[in-house]
């Protein structure tokens, strides 16, 4: 039956609502029967069917239709769209050590390379809680960020971070503070990144700076003299290449005999022997202790005279390429460092200097030899340092003011 506008029809016990389909809207060139459009469903009373026909023709006359398919296809997009901005702010829920796991897991080096195993690992323990003493395992107190690792990542604020290192510093671990900062500055940057936060929080001035203020002493002559004297002899090598080739430890206890290379003089005495340097010993718990490159991927060959040299010649002497110069007396694998911390710590002690990390030895070696003349660039290639301010702490160590102002005078 048509209406003033649109047409209705009985359908059983029900109402069926058509219209034809205003032009141009898209349908131009169609006939009216194939412009007829038909209400989603039946009424029940011709005045309901009435009613609906009146908000269509309303909206034609106010411009506000739309062809059904159009407002189907937009209430779909909407829909799509919804659900993806319901997505969008879970992941800004995230909590921040759920997030960080990913970014450890996935971030890579300078050189697109995975990060090493020892360096994810402590990236993890940061975020970790407290673990009690286990078989086989020591207590650990949780990580310097575990109060973040809960808390939604959107939710981090630069007063909770402040807060935070406030409280981190009164441990007068400066150092292991600032690289904690370094590493939730880092995640929360790729945060940004991803849209999950507007703004980094961490926006402390200084945090980053690992210095104290007090350096670390290295030995005097006299005292490596004693604790070269006191070590067993088995780790002699592994305190010279240390203290006169400024090898890490990792790098040490991973060189082969293979690695060096032996030069002697006309009299066919050891005259000098040149260490690889390409290689390191890393230890995680959760991969155990693996060769890889060295800490600053760059390879490097140390030569060394003298007297030390003659050590190492010795060391490396009746042993094939691949046997390592200072192994394990158990396993024959590398030296691990908890082994060698037992005998390192007697013959510190010895020297009168029980604050004596092993790692000073590499700042001896740095410091003796910017002495010598030594320009940044040399000091940086026989370390493997990849910047200059970490070699810049070799030319200013040391005192020599009697020999450069005797240079100087006219």
């Not at 026989?382 to 005078?409: C, F, N, P, S, V």
Request: charge should be positive; hydrophobic fraction near 40%; charged fraction near 30%.
């Amino acid at each position: 039956m048509a209406e003033s506008f649109g047409i209705i029809d009985k359908r059983g016990k029900r109402y069926r609502a058509r219209y034809t389909a205003p032009d141009p809207h898209g349908l131009t060139g169609l006939t009216a029967a194939q412009r007829r459009i038909s209400a989603p469903g039946t009424f029940e009373t011709k005045a309901e069917a009435r009613r609906w026909l009146a908000k269509v023709a309303a909206s034609i006359a106010d411009g506000t239709w739309k062809h059904p398919d159009v407002e189907r296809a937009e209430a779909e997009a909407a829909e799509a769209e919804a659900q993806k901005q319901a997505a969008r702010d879970a992941q800004k829920s995230i909590p921040a050590g759920e997030y960080a796991a990913k970014w450890i897991s996935t971030r890579t080096n300078s050189k697109g390379e995975p990060l090493a195993a020892t360096t994810r690992y402590n990236y993890l323990n940061l975020w970790e809680p407290a673990k009690p003493k286990r078989p086989g395992h020591r207590a650990k107190p949780a990580g310097r960020l575990h109060g973040f690792a809960d808390i939604p990542i959107d939710a981090i604020t630069a007063e909770m971070v402040r807060e935070w290192h406030i409280t981190a510093m009164r441990s007068g671990k400066s150092t292991a503070v600032a690289r904690a900062y370094d590493h939730l500055r880092a995640v929360l940057h790729t945060a940004v990144e991803d849209d999950l936060i507007d703004r980094n929080p961490c926006r402390i001035k200084g945090a980053s700076r690992t210095s104290t203020g007090i350096e670390r002493t290295p030995p005097t002559d006299d005292e490596l003299a004693v604790i070269l004297e006191a070590i067993p002899d088995r780790y002699i090598p592994l305190v010279i290449m240390a203290g006169f080739a400024g090898l890490r430890y990792g790098e040490a206890s991973a060189m082969r005999a293979g690695d060096l290379t032996i030069e002697r003089d006309e009299n066919d005495d050891v005259d000098c022997v040149r260490l690889a340097v390409a290689e390191a010993i890393s230890y995680a718990p959760t991969t155990g202790r693996q060769r890889g490159k060295t800490k600053t991927r760059n390879s490097r060959v140390v030569p060394v005279f003298g007297v030390d040299a003659g050590v190492l010649a010795a060391a490396a002497e009746g042993k094939a390429p691949d046997e390592l110069l200072c192994p394990s007396a158990t396993t024959g694998g590398p030296l691990p460092h908890s082994t060698f911390a037992g005998h390192w710590d007697v013959a510190r002690t010895k020297a009168g200097r029980p604050d004596l990390a092993f790692h000073s030895l590499r700042a001896y070696d740095g410091t003796r030899f910017a002495q010598t003349g030594a320009t940044l660039r040399e000091v940086m290639a026989r370390l493997g340092h990849t910047t200059i301010e970490a070699a810049m702490r070799y030319q200013k160590a040391g005192t020599r003011d009697d020999e450069l102002a005797r240079k100087m005078a006219r």
